[in-house]
């Protein structure tokens, strides 16, 4: 089932900064635009200084703390997105941002501080808890798992970028690509990045989501 948001979100994603060299989102079939991956409404950079996901910059949200979360804040809620870019590999938009918290109430209510607010949670099984936010078009994806530190913060783990066609993605990627599989959404397919791709954080390919038949 599709996530839809009760009503127009004011926020927006405008960016997120990444470990990796920008070299490794080439060999996967991305386009760059002075340095960056243009998807949607947000920009993806890729500093080449290593580690994951490093911080994002979301805009029409509150000035307060995301309980670890590192961000930058903008005004321009309404701000104009980047001019499209075509990749070879059919990208087309970041479909969900995943981040880890050891716990999903207290993430949850920094995250409605800031006027981001949650649409569902979920239960996943062994314990483990998911609760989705839309900022602006993108879902985060909060998990929470049994056994961490609970007073540790929030952290980025991984994300999700839709593509056209998956099997055309996957033949540009080649060895860089795990298997398609079904994905958790009915009737969506996904692949994930192997970590030989030397992108530096979990990456998975997702096909669009399929509309309801009424």
Same mark, same amino acid.
Not at 1 to 26: C, D, F, H, K, N
Not at 63 to 75: E, F, H, P, Q, S
Not at 114 to 124: I, M, P
């Given at each position: 089932?599709?996530?839809?948001?009760?009503?127009?979100?004011?926020?927006?994603?405008?960016?997120?900064?990444?470990?990796?060299?920008?070299?490794?989102?080439?060999?996967?079939?991305?386009?760059?635009?002075?340095?960056?991956?243009?998807?949607?409404?947000?920009?993806? &950079?890729? #500093?080449?200084?290593? *580690? %994951?996901?490093? +911080?994002?910059?979301?805009?029409? $949200? !509150? /000035?307060?703390? @995301?309980?670890?979360?590192?961000?930058?804040?903008?005004?321009?809620?309404?701000?104009?997105?980047?001019?499209?870019?075509?990749?070879?590999?059919?990208?087309?938009?970041?479909?969900?941002?995943?981040?880890?918290?050891?716990?999903?109430?207290?993430?949850?209510?920094?995250?409605?501080?800031?006027?981001?607010?949650? &649409?569902? #949670?979920?239960?996943? *099984? %062994?314990?483990? +808890?998911?609760?989705?936010?839309? $900022? !602006? /078009?993108?879902? @985060?994806?909060?998990?929470?798992?049994?056994?961490?530190?609970?007073?540790?913060?929030?952290?980025?783990?991984?994300?999700?970028?839709?593509?056209?066609?998956?099997?055309?993605?996957?033949?540009?990627?080649?060895?860089?690509?795990?298997?398609?599989?079904?994905?958790?959404?009915?009737?969506?397919?996904?692949?994930?990045?192997?970590?030989?791709?030397?992108? %530096?954080?979990?990456?998975?390919?997702?096909?669009?989501?399929?509309?309801?038949?009424?």
């Amino acid at each position: 089932m599709r996530l839809v948001p009760a009503a127009p979100s004011t926020s927006r994603l405008v960016e997120i900064v990444v470990g990796s060299p920008p070299a490794a989102w080439e060999r996967l079939g991305f386009a760059l635009r002075d340095g960056d991956v243009v998807l949607g409404a947000t920009r993806i &950079r890729p #500093t080449g200084a290593g *580690g %994951g996901i490093e +911080r994002w910059t979301l805009a029409g $949200v !509150g /000035d307060v703390a @995301l309980d670890g979360l590192a961000t930058g804040m903008v005004d321009d809620a309404n701000g104009s997105d980047p001019e499209p870019v075509e990749h070879p590999n059919g990208a087309v938009r970041i479909d969900h941002v995943v981040a880890r918290t050891p716990s999903l109430d207290r993430t949850v209510a920094a995250l409605d501080d800031a006027g981001l607010e949650l &649409r569902r #949670t979920r239960e996943a *099984g %062994g314990g483990v +808890r998911q609760g989705f936010v839309w $900022v !602006g /078009d993108t879902i @985060l994806e909060l998990v929470e798992a049994p056994g961490t530190d609970p007073a540790a913060p929030a952290a980025f783990w991984g994300l999700v970028v839709v593509v056209e066609d998956i099997e055309r993605a996957a033949a540009l990627a080649g060895d860089a690509l795990g298997d398609v599989r079904d994905a958790v959404q009915a009737g969506r397919r996904i692949a994930t990045v192997r970590e030989s791709a030397g992108v %530096g954080l979990p990456l998975a390919l997702m096909t669009p989501h399929v509309k309801a038949v009424r």
